[in-house]
């Protein structure tokens, strides 16, 4: 019996196919029918986890403007959040001003960011 040494690239595979199954996609019961590898099924696309470049397909949907602002909108809630808390427990009257106006341009980010899944 041939035994292969574990090669880094085919364990970083591994990886990757768990990250996107950690993302929604699911694992397919038929291998590919290229390589005979795992498949994955995510977004709506089926993809190899031997022969295909699945980095690049998490890295993108990392990048997409979807994500981007949805993540953005998080911070900025979240910052509002802590701002108009840390508002409630000012007294001073100078720091309150910095807080408000703070909290205006968060306001003002949030306003421009693109609505959520809505069609124009
Ligand atoms: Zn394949």
Avoid: W
């Avoid at 364990?11 to 929604?24: E, T, Y």
């Amino acid at each position: 019996m041939a035994s292969r040494p574990l090669s880094g690239a085919g364990k970083d595979k591994m990886k990757l196919a768990v990250q996107l199954v950690r993302r929604g996609a699911t694992m397919l019961g038929e291998p590919c029918p290229k390589c005979g590898g795992i498949q994955v099924k995510y977004e709506g696309k089926v993809y190899c986890t031997s022969h295909e470049d699945l980095s690049s397909v998490i890295t993108s949907d990392r990048m997409s403007f979807d994500t981007v602002v949805a993540g953005m909108r998080e911070v900025l809630l979240s910052k509002l959040n802590e701002a108009s808390a840390s508002l409630g427990a000012e007294k001073d009257s100078a720091k309150q001003d910095q807080v408000v106006s703070l909290m205006a341009k968060y306001f003002e980010l949030l306003s421009k960011l693109p609505k959520d899944r809505q069609s124009p």
